[in-house]
């Protein structure tokens, strides 16, 4: 059974950091590129950062960049999502995802990755 677990979200000031992890299992997770999405109620689900099985290729939305750091170690079938200088308007659930034929470099603009955590709160206060 895939599962994937995300930690890490909580309540932070803004220009704060937090460190959200994902843990992984079910599936060989060190073969797959991997990503995080957030999602504001009432809003689509938007593209955070992605990278690849290697972790030799990342990329970021644009909003992020320069902020947010994307790592992953396979080691311990793990992906994390450093996030500092946090904005109000990053509230959200942060998802973690991940899908056995996706390249890092197409995450931004799929409309489809097969797996899913339930997601982690962020919130964050001005």
């Known amino acids: 059974q895939v599962q994937l677990v995300e930690s890490g979200g909580g309540l932070v000031q803004a220009g704060g950091s937090l460190r959200l992890s994902c843990g992984v299992s079910?599936?060989?997770?060190?073969?797959?590129?991997a990503g995080w999405f957030r999602q504001v109620p009432g809003k689509e689900r938007e593209f955070v950062a992605s990278i690849s099985w290697g972790s030799i290729s990342t990329y970021y939305a644009d909003s992020v960049k320069g902020r947010f750091t994307i790592s992953r170690d396979n080691a311990l079938n793990a992906l994390y999502l450093q996030m500092n200088s946090l904005k109000s308007e990053e509230t959200a659930v942060y998802f973690c995802n991940t899908d056995p034929s996706l390249r890092s470099d197409q995450w931004a603009t799929t409309t489809s990755i097969t797996y899913w955590g339930r997601g982690t709160q962020v919130t964050v206060s001005s």
């Open positions: 079910g599936l060989p997770f060190n073969r797959y590129a």
